[in-house]
């Protein structure tokens, strides 16, 4: 009887999540699988095969538009990590107190206000007529107009920008973590920095690294907004390839091709990057 | 079981019945074509509510698809993609000429649009607000450019701007002499113009600042001046000319490119009387005027234009002379899967460098 209604109760609290994972992940991704292997031959007439996923190894465009999105995301992905780990780490260990929640709340304040109105700020700085091209020209240390927007750099640092509180939160949370004396014993015995740094905090910081690593890359592959925006006439992104095929060419097939074909993309990268730092899924999501 | 299974059908039955009397419109259309004051009028002469979603063209038949034509009541694609999109994908619903009261528009955009968006012998739309797509210039900066193909000058380098879209792979194609419009029924023919004008706009790529997407954006690049010369749309011109006289619409030597945009009806919209009323309402010919005024751009009533604003009207008349007019390239029905190819060609000149 008491198994009874803890097994009641275990299945209504598991009813929310499998909900959302059939309904919103699961359904749709079979019909986007349906709707990408159905060929168009004429008006109203489809077929059944696998030609949407041949024309995009077919078309050099289409592949080669997909792996720069890709080394893209890494690139984005390492540099977020340079930049956050120090923040990150001053946040965890050397601060205290208010100092610490007054450090934290400064990280997430931009992150109040929506993306796109965060890369619109990016596009008022940058652009040739903008904040930073006239303050460089007040001084004098440039004589014309310059351009920052509408390059990669500009996307790179758009992505940064955009997913560097994905990575600071789970450090955080995993540098504190670690207990202070281990360190301090790292230095009774002899240790240097930089040794306690290789053989301590990083390897405790591990699944800290590797989830903000995943959340932060999937963020970078997914995005949308940043490249275009940011990226001008040069800014191809995968993301509004999908959204080109799916809304100007009508192209649904197609870009349901392209949309699975993300997705297996993403999960390699991944599944790689875990196996290359040696952790697995369940460790790193249940330590963080 | 039976019993409440009939209750059920009858309360739901009930229930859409109430829906569909209490007639709210939901409009789907181009910022500028439903202006505020209209709405108001409208709601209070003919007691129904409406519904702004504004949209363009491409848009509006993804969202018509995703439902297979539901979801809206009336909306207002140009008249060239709607024989090619009933064809494909059957989203829309024949226009009714009965409950339409006919006299209200110009003839002669009535027989044409009505000619264009026939499918298989039914009119699915009718005319609404017309205009065209040229050159907006900065003349004290860019005199020079006339054409579309002089966007590709060395002397605006760095300071041009257009859409990646189809309307821009026809200009140029007019401009570099060739005909595709001609050349529609012919996918070999079109193919072989697309390929001159890829190659021709993937050498011009250096002189663009960035490819526009949205009216506001281009503006804003021709107002900071970071844009001098632009394939955009006379309206965006006649504004910035009332904010700058420098920049104005010219009307480029090859030809203006003339769309028409129309009411249609979706294949399952639910307030179709609302929508014949709205028609017959914005057709009147002073609240064609006040759209006129709102959108900047002129509409198919009889008479609209008697009330428009005067600076409205001199504006128009400095960017087309008669020769002008009469050079308008209108666009005819665009044939389904010629779109396929245009992707692909723009999809290259994107990826280029």
Not at chain 1, 34 to 43: A, D, H, R
Not at chain 2, 58 to 74: P, Q, V
Request: negative net charge.
């Amino acid at each position: 009887m008491a198994s009874d209604t803890s097994r009641l109760g275990f299945y209504l609290l598991l009813a929310p999540i499998l909900l959302w994972l059939v309904i919103l992940i699961i359904l749709p991704h079979i019909g986007l699988f349906i709707v990408s292997i159905s060929e168009k031959i004429g008006p109203r007439e489809y077929e059944t095969g696998f030609d949407n996923y041949a024309a995009f190894f077919g078309e050099p465009l289409y592949w080669r538009t997909f792996a720069r999105t890709a080394i893209m995301s890494i690139l984005a992905t390492v540099l977020t990590l340079i930049l956050g780990f120090p923040i990150a780490y001053y946040i965890a260990k050397l601060t205290r107190g208010r100092t610490k929640t007054t450090l934290f709340l400064m990280c997430m304040i931009p992150f109040w206000v929506s993306e796109l109105v965060r890369t619109f700020g990016w596009m008022i700085l940058l652009r040739e007529t903008g904040v930073i091209s006239n303050a460089l020209q007040y001084l004098g240390l440039v004589d014309g107009p310059v351009e920052m927007l509408y390059n990669d750099a500009a996307i790179m640092m758009g992505l940064v920008y955009t997913s560097i509180l994905f990575m600071v939160v789970p450090l955080v949370t995993t540098l504190d973590s670690l207990d202070d004396s281990l360190i301090e014993a790292g230095y009774d015995l002899g240790g240097t920095s930089t040794s306690i740094m290789r053989e301590i905090v990083i390897p405790h910081a591990m699944p800290g690294i590797v989830s903000g690593c995943i959340v932060v890359f999937m963020l970078s592959l997914g995005n949308y907004l940043t490249p275009i925006l940011l990226g001008g006439k040069d800014s191809l992104w995968f993301t509004g390839m999908i959204y080109t095929q799916f809304i100007t060419r009508f192209n649904w097939e197609l870009g349901s091709a392209f949309g699975f074909l993300l997705l297996a993309l993403s999960s390699l990268v991944v599944f790689a990057g875990l196996k290359l730092s040696r952790q697995s899924l369940i460790e790193t999501m249940g330590r963080t | 079981m039976k019993f409440s299974l009939v209750s059920t059908v009858t309360v739901a039955a009930a229930l859409t019945a109430q829906i569909a009397q209490a007639d709210t419109l939901r409009l789907l259309t181009w910022g500028g074509y439903a202006p505020q004051e209209v709405i108001d009028m409208f709601e209070a002469e003919t007691g129904h509510t409406v519904e702004v979603t504004t949209s363009n063209n491409e848009e509006m038949i993804a969202k018509l698809r995703a439902t297979n034509g539901s979801g809206f009541d009336l909306a207002q694609p140009s008249q060239d993609r709607i024989a090619s999109a009933q064809e494909e994908f059957g989203i829309y619903k024949p226009i009714d000429m009965s409950k339409v009261t006919a006299e209200l528009f110009i003839p002669s955009m009535l027989s044409a649009t009505a000619g264009n968006t026939t499918y298989e012998g039914e009119v699915y739309g009718l005319p609404h607000v017309w205009g065209t797509s040229g050159l907006v210039v900065n003349t004290a900066l860019a005199g020079n450019v006339t054409d579309y193909t002089d966007l590709c000058d060395a002397s605006v380098a760095g300071q041009v701007s257009y859409r990646l879209k189809r309307p821009t792979l026809i200009g140029f194609a007019y401009s570099m002499g060739l005909d595709p419009f001609a050349a529609y029924g012919d996918p070999d023919a079109y193919q072989s113009i697309l390929n001159e004008v890829e190659a021709e706009l993937t050498e011009c790529k250096p002189n663009v600042r960035t490819y526009w997407d949205g009216g506001d954006e281009i503006k804003n690049l021709l107002r900071s001046g970071e844009v001098v010369a632009s394939m955009a749309w006379d309206t965006g011109g006649w504004q910035l000319n009332a904010d700058n006289p420098d920049i104005t619409f010219v009307a480029p030597e090859a030809g203006a490119l003339g769309w028409i945009d129309t009411f249609v009806l979706p294949a399952r919209g639910r307030a179709d009387d609302a929508a014949y009323d709205w028609i017959n309402f914005v057709m009147q010919p002073e609240i064609a005027a006040m759209i006129t005024n709102t959108a900047g751009n002129f509409t198919a009533a009889v008479d609209g234009d008697a009330g428009v604003s005067a600076d409205l009207k001199a504006r128009y008349q400095g960017s087309f002379d008669q020769a002008a007019i009469d050079n308008i390239k209108w666009y005819p029905p665009v044939p389904a899967g010629l779109e396929a190819l245009e992707g692909a060609t723009l999809d290259r000149i994107n990826a280029a460098n």
